[in-house]
């Protein structure tokens, strides 16, 4: 665990989300600190897909401010990859079309564009062009280097790619395709996606759904190892009560308890909430 004040890297502040009549989420603050792994818990309904949603961008908050590196920063989908920001969806979401090792190569690839977006940024403040050569009519021409450069990015996307399924223990299935595969071994590959973006911050959803004692075991040795900020929804609590620094536990959208492992295992709103849900 890290010991030192860490910068808040991801911020929630008093989200309410409304859906119709329905408060999903009430009036919510979090703080994720970089390097930290936190974890959001709750009874069936309590609002934890939704505040991964919040923070995803694919629900809009009815109000509240979210912060990323202490700026105010609103979520969209297809701005996380380049933000460093992956996700892992509950149950599997890969590509049938695509072989296991093209679909974690989708991950590697972001990766690899991240970096090259930050050589071209700090090419065009150097005063060149990040590969891009111009014609004598002053267009840009696809000369052989840009090209190089190109397949230089697909190979090295490649082999972090298949790094990262061997990590996950499932590079033997690199070529076969997802759909054919057991339910772990895709969730394994749903995770090397994700970790093959390198990514700063983790987002799982229920990474343990459907996982038997063994797999759930692996599966916290890894979480703990990534060295990355992790915010972890989960039902499964002996995963989140090992894995996790903070602990956000919400009960019909309101949060009740914030702590750590052992001051959550202790609270009695959580245990109230849990042994109702279970009445
Ligand atoms: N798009 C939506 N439209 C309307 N209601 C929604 C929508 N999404 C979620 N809800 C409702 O918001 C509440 C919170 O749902 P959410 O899925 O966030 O809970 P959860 O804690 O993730 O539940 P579970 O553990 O069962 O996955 C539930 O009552 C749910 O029915």
């Known amino acids: 665990m890290p010991t030192e004040t860490p910068a808040h890297e991801l911020s929630l502040d008093h989200i309410t989300v409304r859906f119709g009549g329905l408060t999903a989420l009430d009036d919510v603050s979090l703080r994720v600190p970089a390097g930290h792994i936190v974890g ?75 970096g090259q977006d930050a050589g071209h940024d700090a090419g065009k403040a150097a005063g060149h062009d990040g590969g891009k050569a111009s014609g004598q009519d002053g267009r840009e021409t696809d000369r052989p280097a840009g090209r190089g450069w190109r397949a230089g990015r697909e190979r090295l996307s490649q082999q972090d790619a298949l790094a990262t399924l061997e990590r996950c223990g499932v590079a033997e299935y690199a070529h076969q395709h997802p759909g054919a595969l057991p339910y772990a071994i895709r969730k394994r590959i749903e995770l090397a996606r994700a970790l093959a973006a390198r990514p700063r911050i983790l987002m799982l959803d229920e990474p343990a759904g459907g996982l038997d004692a063994d797999e759930i075991h692996w599966l916290a040795g890894l979480i703990r190892e990534i060295g990355t900020t992790v915010l972890l929804v989960e039902h499964h609590m002996d995963l989140v009560m090992s894995v996790c620094d903070q602990i956000l536990v919400l009960d019909f959208g309101k949060p009740i308890a914030l702590g750590s492992p052992a001051e959550i295992s202790t609270n009695d709103k959580v245990t109230e909430a849990y042994l109702g849900a279970a009445a």
């Open 40 to 114: 959001v818990i709750g009874p069936n309904g309590a609002g934890k897909t939704t505040l991964f949603n919040v923070i995803c961008g694919f629900v809009t908050p009815t109000s509240g401010e979210i912060s990323l590196d202490g700026k105010p920063w609103r979520p969209r989908p297809h701005h996380l990859n380049r933000l460093g920001i992956a996700r892992t969806l509950q149950g599997v979401g890969q590509f049938s079309g695509l072989t296991v090792l093209e679909n974690v190569q989708v991950g590697a690839r972001g990766h690899h564009r991240r």
